[in-house]
């Protein structure tokens, strides 16, 4: 059942409503393969954290620096280019949810579109342009948001101030999302067990 929060993406009520819960910012990290078949650092600490949050019960702090604080401050900039050069009005949402998985998409289109929001320095935004592809880097986090939303089509649009909007689209893989939703499945196995074995722990004390 999905459950769409409508709440500003950052505020209490919205680490709140993902506490606990892969989404697919990090879906990537579930993907990630450590060396000689071992599990990767990346991923095993991320499961750690949710680990964390879910037997506390408290948010783990979130990252942040310049650069997605640069994110912030020109995400309502680079929507309003998508909207005007598409002719397309967005709806903002804070967090959908989709069982034991979510996504924060920066906007619904429609109701089978969705948009993610990236700011790149000149150079990368550029190298994006001239590769005329979708951003590789971001395909676990679209393909992910357009499984946990169960909608068809992602645009990214990729902004810097003083240089074209670069907008690309993708609709769903399946074939990659039946693979992504294996990972994603065995994660939480595997987190459950984590959260019940410290539970355990926490009896015998």
């Known amino acids: 059942m999905i459950q769409v929060f409508d709440c500003e993406q950052g505020s209490p009520e919205w680490f709140q409503s993902r506490l606990g ?16 078949g071992k599990e990767s650092k990346t991923r095993k600490t991320y499961m750690l954290k949710l680990a964390g949050e ?3 019960g408290e948010v783990t702090e979130s990252f942040s620096n310049i650069h997605t604080e640069r994110g912030h401050v020109l995400e ?4 309003e280019l998508y909207e005007f050069g598409t002719d397309t009005k967005t709806q903002q949402v804070g967090f959908i949810r989709n069982g ?12 089978d579109g ?3 929001i990236k700011t790149k320095l000149p150079h990368l935004l550029i ?6 592809d979708f951003p590789p880097e971001h395909k676990a986090q679209c393909q992910g948001a357009l499984w946990v939303s169960e909608r068809e089509w992602v645009d990214i649009a990729i902004y810097w101030p003083k240089l074209p909007l670069v907008t690309r689209r993708a609709y769903r893989d399946e074939k990659y999302i039946a693979t992504l939703s294996d990972a994603v499945d065995k994660f939480n196995e595997e987190l459950a067990a984590v959260v019940e074995r410290i539970r355990e722990f926490q009896i015998a004390a």
Not at 31 to 36: E, M, P, R, T, V
Not at 76 to 79: I, K, L, V
Not at 127 to 132: P, Q, V
């Open 76 to 79: 309502p900039e680079a929507r």
């Open 54 to 56: 879910i037997i506390t």
């Open 21 to 36: 819960i892969p989404t697919s910012s990090e879906f990537a990290s579930i993907l990630a393969n450590g060396k000689d």
């Open 114 to 116: 969705l948009l993610e």
């Open 100 to 111: 034991a998985k979510g996504c924060s998409p920066d906007s619904l289109i429609g109701v």
């Open 127 to 132: 190298e994006a342009m001239l590769r005329d």
